[in-house]
Each structure stands twice: as structure tokens, then as C-alpha cells.
């Protein structure tokens, strides 16, 4: 394949990119509202649960690099299919789980085999998308991913109510079924003769990939995923706290809220995001969309009526909606060749942030209640300096 394309109306090819994020997204975001009650059915503590959640999270970091450097060296369609072989079996070995191990197991399955759809899914867009339009198509499979986290729990919930095992069949189906659809209908973007160039190179350590990217331009791309990343988990695993303890919130408002949060991140990715960076570049959306995450977390603190946490929390929605495609679009175009290798290192950078924000999130959290938005603040509000002294070294013009 590996002909440029111009999008337009959304190709068969992207349209199964998206599908088999969605599938992905929506079935984590299933695990939301059921989990807690799973784990306790099985004896388990919330330590437990925090332990059950952070496997899936490092599995990703350990996994991501390696998978996106097999997709260069035996093709997108083939990991995009193990991936979600992989995935479907996970969520089927939650549905069947009768003990803890079970359950353990299953993450950490799904961990590596959910990390194998994303960078290939990303460097499929690379290889076949116009420098032009890039953006968009980094910003659609983005939408995607941000659909199956706003419909997830609510699905979720919803399907509980004829079994609390029956979410991870429905999960485990669909992940069945997208395999199907990508073995049949998605066409491979790499041609022959590139598989053969990369199989014939040299293979690297993960360490020497990470020691690669730190000395290029690379490196400074990866930490700006990892504090994008690391804001959002900081602000998902702390908020609904929060807005119980010290808003007062019910369950249902904080159900709405993540609800408007999701629904402002894919509206923006399907309807703004192309035409944002056309005008401005990816370096200026990057710089301004941390400014405005960090504004969000200091508003947090200072905000406590249900209006302004809205307004609060939309902003923050906003600055994360932005961030994820403009990062990922600098990334893939910086990368003139191995996208699969790239991809996978900057989906190992956004899983080692989903795992220390929690961390963070928590343990501050238990000394003050403001803590974990000071400090996603000051983090927020530190990049813009550090994303202006790279595009400047590296004269990124991405208009």
C-alpha cells in the first residue's frame, strides 16, 4: 500500500483504525464502574485494586517500544491482529476469573497485548497520511479512543445489570469481532521491500532506544507525553475523591462531569483540532494547551460550585483533547523512518505517566486535598518554556 492520502471523508482503513482503538478504550473504560465490586467479590482490598490497576499501566510501558518495533520489522496489519487476538482473550479470562490470580493475570494479558493495536495503529496513520494532513488523522483515531472513554463506564454500568461478568463478554466479543474485520478488510500500509530493509537492520535493546531518543530530538517529544499523561492520570484518579469529599458531589454529577469532559475532547479532535494547527502548528497548540491545562488545575482549588467545576474541568478537557494528537502528529513527523519503533516509545512514555500520576495523586492527596493540583499545575505550567526551547533548537515550522 503506502501511498500518501489526502482525508477527506474517512477511508475504510482509518475507519478500522478507529474501530479497533474504540473497541480497546471503550472496554477499559468498562472496567470503571464494575471493578470495585468484582475485586470485592473476590475478598480483595482497595490496596489490591490499586495494584490490579497499576499492572495493566506497566505492562503498557514494558510492552509499547517492543511492539511498535515488530510492526516495523513484520507489518502493522499482522500486530494490529495479535493485539487484539491478545486483548480479546483478557477480557475473557476476566469474565471466566473464579480467583485473584485470575484477575492479575488478565491485566497484565491485557496490558501487553492491548499496548500491541496503539503504535501500530499510529504508525499505519504515518505511513499512509500526507505531512498535510497528519493531524487529522492523528486527531480522529484520538476521537475514537476519547468515544470508547466516554461511552465505556456508561456501558459499562449499563450492561451490569444482567451480570456483573457480562461487560467482559460483550468486551471480549467485540474484540473478536474487530480481529475479523481487520484480517479481512484492512490492507497492510507497508510494503514488502520496507518490511525486508527492516528486518534486515539491526534490532536494539529497549534501553538503547530510550538512550537514542534522549540524545535527538526525540527525547524532549517523549517527556512532553509523559507530563501530558501524567496530568491526566493525576487529575482522573484524584478528582472523583475530591468532588465526594470536599464538593460533595453525588455520584450521578460526577458521572455527568467525565461525561462533558469526554464529550468536549472528541468534538474538539472530530471538528477543530485539524484547522487549529493548519493555522497555529502543532508546537504553538502543544505550548498553549499546557498553559490552559495548568490554569485548570489551579482553578480546581479555587473553584467549588458545580458551574465553575464544569467550566473548570472543560478547560481541562480542552488542554488534553489538544495535547495528545499535536504531540503525536510532531512525533510521527519527526520520524523519517521505523514509525512502529517511534510509536512504540512514545506509547511507553504516556504509560510510565499513567502510572506515577496516580502514585503522585494519592499520596499527596493524603496531605493536603489541594496537593495534586498544585503540583499538576506547576508541572502544567513549566513545559511552555521547555516546548519553546525545542521547537527554537529544532526550528519546527508546522504550519
Same mark, same amino acid.
Given at each position: 500500500m503506502n501511498?500518501r492520502?489526502?482525508i477527506?471523508?474517512v477511508?475504510?482503513?482509518?475507519?478500522?483504525?478507529?474501530l479497533?482503538?474504540?473497541?480497546?478504550?471503550t472496554?477499559? &473504560?468498562?472496567? =470503571? $464502574?464494575?471493578?470495585?465490586?468484582y475485586?470485592?467479590?473476590?475478598g480483595a482490598?482497595?490496596? %489490591? @485494586?490499586?495494584l490490579?490497576?497499576a499492572?495493566?499501566?506497566?505492562?503498557q510501558?514494558?510492552s509499547?517500544?517492543f511492539?511498535g518495533?515488530?510492526?516495523?520489522r513484520?507489518?502493522?496489519?499482522?500486530i494490529l491482529?495479535?493485539g487484539?487476538?491478545?486483548?480479546?482473550?483478557?477480557?475473557f479470562?476476566?469474565?471466566?476469573?473464579?480467583?485473584?490470580?485470575?484477575?492479575?493475570?488478565s491485566?497484565i494479558v491485557?496490558?501487553?497485548?492491548?499496548?500491541?493495536v496503539?503504535?501500530a495503529?499510529?504508525?499505519y496513520?504515518g505511513?499512509?497520511?500526507?505531512?498535510?494532513?497528519?493531524?487529522?488523522?492523528?486527531?480522529?483515531i484520538?476521537?475514537?479512543m476519547?468515544?470508547?472513554?466516554?461511552?465505556?463506564?456508561?456501558l459499562?454500568?449499563?450492561?451490569s445489570h444482567w &451480570?456483573?461478568? =457480562? $461487560?467482559f463478554?460483550?468486551?471480549?466479543?467485540?474484540?473478536l469481532?474487530?480481529v475479523?474485520? %481487520? @484480517?479481512f478488510f484492512l490492507?497492510?500500509?507497508?510494503?514488502k521491500?520496507?518490511?525486508?530493509?527492516n528486518?534486515?537492520?539491526?534490532?536494539?535493546s529497549?534501553f538503547?532506544?530510550?538512550?537514542?531518543a534522549?540524545?535527538?530530538?526525540?527525547?524532549?517529544?517523549?517527556?512532553?507525553?509523559?507530563?501530558?499523561?501524567?496530568g491526566?492520570?493525576n487529575?482522573?484518579s484524584?478528582?472523583?475523591f475530591?468532588?465526594?469529599?470536599?464538593?460533595?458531589f453525588?455520584a450521578a454529577?460526577?458521572?455527568?462531569?467525565?461525561?462533558w469532559i469526554g464529550?468536549?475532547?472528541?468534538?474538539l479532535q472530530?471538528?477543530?483540532?485539524?484547522?487549529?494547527?493548519?493555522?497555529?502548528?502543532?508546537a504553538?497548540?502543544?505550548?498553549?494547551s499546557?498553559?490552559i491545562?495548568g490554569?485548570?488545575?489551579?482553578?480546581l482549588?479555587?473553584?467549588?460550585s458545580?458551574?465553575?467545576?464544569v467550566?473548570?474541568?472543560?478547560?481541562f478537557?480542552v488542554?488534553?483533547?489538544?495535547?495528545?494528537?499535536a504531540l503525536?502528529t510532531?512525533v510521527?513527523?519527526?520520524t523519517?523512518?521505523?514509525?512502529?519503533?517511534?510509536m512504540?516509545l512514545?506509547n511507553g512514555?504516556?504509560?510510565l505517566?499513567n502510572?506515577?500520576?496516580p502514585i503522585?495523586?494519592?499520596?499527596s492527596?493524603?496531605?493536603?486535598?489541594?496537593?495534586p493540583?498544585?503540583i499538576?499545575?506547576?508541572?502544567?505550567?513549566?513545559m511552555?518554556?521547555?516546548v519553546?526551547?525545542?521547537?527554537r533548537?529544532?526550528v519546527i515550522?508546522?504550519?
Amino acid at each position: 500500500m503506502n501511498s500518501r492520502v489526502s482525508i477527506g471523508r474517512v477511508p475504510s482503513f482509518l475507519f478500522l483504525l478507529m474501530l479497533n482503538l474504540w473497541i480497546v478504550m471503550t472496554a477499559i &473504560g468498562l472496567v =470503571v $464502574p464494575i471493578l470495585p465490586f468484582y475485586v470485592k467479590s473476590f475478598g480483595a482490598s482497595a490496596e %489490591t @485494586l490499586g495494584l490490579l490497576v497499576a499492572s495493566y499501566s506497566i505492562m503498557q510501558f514494558l510492552s509499547a517500544s517492543f511492539w511498535g518495533r515488530w510492526s516495523d520489522r513484520y507489518g502493522r496489519k499482522p500486530i494490529l491482529v495479535i493485539g487484539m487476538m491478545g486483548f480479546c482473550l483478557a477480557e475473557f479470562l476476566f469474565a471466566f476469573a473464579h480467583s485473584l490470580w485470575m484477575l492479575f493475570l488478565s491485566r497484565i494479558v491485557a496490558g501487553l497485548f492491548g499496548t500491541a493495536v496503539m503504535p501500530a495503529a499510529m504508525a499505519y496513520v504515518g505511513d499512509v497520511t500526507t505531512h498535510e494532513e497528519r493531524a487529522k488523522g492523528m486527531g480522529l483515531i484520538s476521537a475514537a479512543m476519547g468515544l470508547g472513554i466516554v461511552i465505556g463506564p456508561a456501558l459499562g454500568g449499563w450492561l451490569s445489570h444482567w &451480570g456483573i461478568r =457480562v $461487560p467482559f463478554f460483550t468486551a471480549g466479543f467485540s474484540a473478536l469481532a474487530a480481529v475479523f474485520l %481487520t @484480517l479481512f478488510f484492512l490492507r497492510e500500509s507497508l510494503t514488502k521491500q520496507e518490511i525486508a530493509y527492516n528486518r534486515a537492520q539491526k534490532g536494539r535493546s529497549f534501553f538503547v532506544q530510550i538512550c537514542a531518543a534522549a540524545k535527538s530530538c526525540m527525547g524532549p517529544l517523549f517527556i512532553f507525553l509523559l507530563i501530558m499523561s501524567f496530568g491526566l492520570a493525576n487529575f482522573q484518579s484524584i478528582f472523583s475523591f475530591y468532588a465526594m469529599d470536599r464538593l460533595h458531589f453525588s455520584a450521578a454529577q460526577i458521572g455527568w462531569i467525565f461525561l462533558w469532559i469526554g464529550l468536549i475532547g472528541v468534538l474538539l479532535q472530530i471538528f477543530a483540532l485539524d484547522r487549529l494547527v493548519k493555522r497555529f502548528g502543532q508546537a504553538t497548540i502543544v505550548t498553549v494547551s499546557f498553559c490552559i491545562g495548568g490554569v485548570a488545575f489551579l482553578l480546581l482549588i479555587f473553584f467549588h460550585s458545580l458551574w465553575m467545576i464544569v467550566v473548570a474541568t472543560g478547560l481541562f478537557s480542552v488542554s488534553n483533547a489538544l495535547l495528545r494528537p499535536a504531540l503525536n502528529t510532531l512525533v510521527s513527523r519527526m520520524t523519517k523512518e521505523k514509525q512502529g519503533e517511534t510509536m512504540g516509545l512514545s506509547n511507553g512514555a504516556v504509560s510510565l505517566g499513567n502510572v506515577i500520576g496516580p502514585i503522585v495523586a494519592t499520596q499527596s492527596y493524603n496531605q493536603a486535598f489541594f496537593m495534586p493540583f498544585v503540583i499538576g499545575s506547576i508541572v502544567m505550567f513549566t513545559m511552555p518554556y521547555f516546548v519553546l526551547r525545542w521547537k527554537r533548537k529544532y526550528v519546527i515550522r508546522s504550519k
